[in-house]
């Protein structure tokens, strides 16, 4: 069964600095990856995913994500912080391959922006 | 013209009751989901219906129920509420294939009493 990990319940960064978000992933077949965020009192929104292409995903808001195999990573970064990105982010994983599948999330990572 | 939405958005009730969260979605999706995130933000799929039919059913206990009238609707019944049932239920959709992106509602929030 695949499984996300999210290194960091809470990260905090200063608006304008880099925005680094971890995830590692564990998969017995090649995964789909996912980044989705979730602003307080909504539901989730993607930012961008994975599915076998291009290795590093360019998302929406700034953000994008690298897909590194050999580290069995996904990390999300942003070059420079808003205070509007103040959410919580979630890594998810879909390995299944075809069907109706539903995502295994991470456990989410609270992100602070400091003014 | 909301792509996948969800009534109540707030439900709170006594143990023992029967509700229902009602589902919809405008994009034509084969396949629609409920998760249900927990009091940490834990997110977990609970089902999945594929042309009507349950595709994924994961360790839900029975007194959860989805029923699905048509192709845009996946409606949540649950029976004899518990406290433990209180969370937040996601409704999601996408077409089907595990690459296509999942389109999650607003989200209905549950408190059992």
């Known amino acids: 069964a695949q499984s996300v990990t999210q290194l960091g319940s809470h990260v905090s960064v200063s608006e304008g600095a880099l925005v680094l978000l971890r995830c590692n992933y564990s998969s017995s077949v090649p995964p789909y990856l996912f980044w989705y965020v979730q602003y307080p009192n909504q539901g989730l929104q993607l930012l961008l995913k994975y599915t076998s292409a291009a290795t590093l995903v360019k998302g929406i808001n700034g953000f994008e994500a690298e897909f590194k195999k050999s580290e069995t990573s996904f990390h999300l970064t942003k070059p420079s912080a808003h205070m509007s990105d103040a959410a919580e982010y979630f890594c998810a994983v879909s390995d299944r391959g075809g069907g109706a599948d539903g995502l295994t999330f991470g456990k989410g990572t609270h992100l602070i922006i400091q003014p | 013209d909301t792509a996948v939405s969800q009534t109540p958005k707030y439900l709170v009730t006594q143990m023992g009751n029967d509700k229902s969260i009602k589902c919809e979605q405008n994009?034509?999706?084969?396949?629609m989901y409920w998760y249900k995130q927990d009091s940490k933000k834990f997110l977990k799929i609970m089902f999945s219906?594929?042309?009507?039919?349950?595709?994924i059913n994961e360790t839900v206990p029975n007194r959860f129920s989805p029923k699905s009238p048509d192709k845009a609707h996946l409606n949540l019944h649950i029976n004899s509420l518990e406290l433990g049932d209180s969370a937040v239920y996601f409704c999601a959709s996408s077409q089907a294939g595990s690459t296509d992106t999942q389109y999650f509602g607003p989200g209905t929030r549950l408190t059992v009493l």
């Open positions: 219906y594929n042309n009507k039919e349950l595709i």
């Open positions: 994009l034509g999706h084969d396949t």
